[in-house]
Antibody
Framework: EVQLVESGGGLVQPGRSLRLSCAASGFTFDDYAMHWVRQAPGKGLEWVSGISWNSGSIGYADSVKGRFTISRDNAKNSLYLQMNSLRAEDTALYYC?????????????WGRGTLVTVSS | EIVLTQSPGTLSLSPGERATLSCRASESVGSVYLAWYQQKPGQAPRLLIYGASSRAIGIPDRFRGSGSGTDFTLTISSLQPEDVATYYCQQYNSYPITFGQGTRLEIK
């Protein structure tokens, strides 16, 4: 079955760190770019970060640049998001999303998301 | 960054009617770098349309995308109860990727 499964979310205090993971299955992971997209409670979608198939190209939203780091392990069919210096405004459901190709920037497969809550 | 403005914010129509959703960009996104997603309550988004007018795999032909430049439209002909959702447009012409704020579709 083609799917993405996120994990690693939870409740964390402001200023602390959290690492999200996304396990991919059912497709050739290293053929595709991958992304993280988040959705604050009751709000719309916000692209967070993307990484090309070979990690050669990486992009971040300005809101997370310098605090978040995206990475991937093609041998493990996994995508990661290291989130440091977390803020209350980072509270959201974080989706892992598959690019339609090696670097097209639209998303044809989404996971169900993992919830990150930043609060003291 | 390119700002996408969707209208209306909420649309309430009856089954069988046609829905017209608008997405306007603050600058041109070209003729093909626009996607539409459907997000049903409690679910992840699903790709409906890419390249402004190409339907994704498995999407019924009652969903139609059109437009170019700064003005794009998603048309849903003959609304079905299962079309209740929030619909988002997304541009991928320029960095960073941006989404519209969404149009919520209600069925009377």
């Amino acid at each position: 079955e083609v799917q993405l499964v996120e994990s690693g979310g939870g409740l964390v205090q402001p200023g602390r760190s959290l690492r999200l993971s996304c396990a991919a299955s059912g497709f050739t992971f290293d053929d595709y770019a991958m992304h993280w997209v988040r959705q604050a409670p009751g709000k719309g979608l916000e692209w967070v970060s993307g990484i090309s198939w070979n990690s050669g190209s990486i992009g971040y939203a300005d809101s997370v640049k310098g605090r978040f780091t995206i990475s991937r392990d093609n041998a493990k069919n996994s995508l990661y998001l290291q989130m440091n210096s977390l803020r209350a405004e980072d509270t959201a459901l974080y989706y892992c999303a598959k690019d339609s190709s090696s670097w097209d920037w639209y998303f044809d497969l989404w996971g169900r998301g993992t919830l990150v809550t930043v609060s003291s | 960054e390119i700002v996408l403005t969707q209208s209306p914010g909420t649309l309430s129509l009856s089954p069988g009617e046609r829905a017209t959703l608008s997405c306007r960009a603050s600058e041109s996104v070209g003729s093909v770098y626009l996607a539409w997603y459907q997000q049903k309550p409690g679910q992840a988004p699903r790709l409906l349309i890419y390249g402004a007018s190409s339907r994704a795999i498995g999407i019924p032909d009652r969903f139609r995308g059109s437009g170019s430049g700064t003005d794009f439209t998603l048309t849903i002909s003959s609304l079905q109860p299962e079309d209740v959702a929030t619909y988002y447009c997304q541009q991928y012409n320029s960095y960073p990727i941006t989404f519209g704020q969404g149009t919520r579709l209600e069925i009377k």
